[in-house]
């Protein structure tokens, strides 16, 4: 069972910045993949930026270039760096963790973090 602890949230004007962490508890394997998804009030989950072990980055269009995903394996954390942030960023952001184990694959998710972008 692995267990993930966000911080980092909160309310910011537009054009401001924020920066989100996860830390990754209780795997008895190397974490595959770590990442961050959204959801925003009447809308799907969506993923907004995935960084595979070893592997390259994955970001959602709207925030390529504003947003930057980082990962520190000795201490299985995962960063979000939320630059030029824009009111449609506003969503609860979820941690998302990955593991695999004889080939099968183990998601495993945050409580969540409420981002709010408003003047």
């Known amino acids: 069972q692995v267990q993930l602890v966000e911080s980092g949230g909160g309310l910011v004007q537009p054009g401001g910045s924020l920066r989100l962490s996860c830390a990754a508890s209780?795997?008895?394997?190397?974490?595959?993949?770590m990442g961050w998804y959204r959801q925003a009030p009447g809308k799907q989950r969506e993923l907004v930026a995935s960084?595979?072990?070893?592997?390259?980055?994955t970001y959602e269009d709207s925030v390529k270039g504003r947003f930057t995903i980082s990962r520190d394996n000795a201490k299985n954390t995962v960063y979000l760096q939320m630059n030029s942030l824009k009111p449609e960023d506003t969503a609860v952001y979820y941690c998302?963790?990955?593991?695999?184990?004889?080939?099968?694959?183990?998601?495993?998710w945050g409580q969540g973090t409420q981002v709010t972008v408003s003047s």
């Open positions: 998302h963790a990955q593991i695999k184990i004889l080939g099968l694959s183990y998601n495993y």
């Open positions: 209780g795997s008895r394997v190397s974490i595959n993949v």
């Open positions: 960084l595979p072990s070893g592997g390259s980055t």
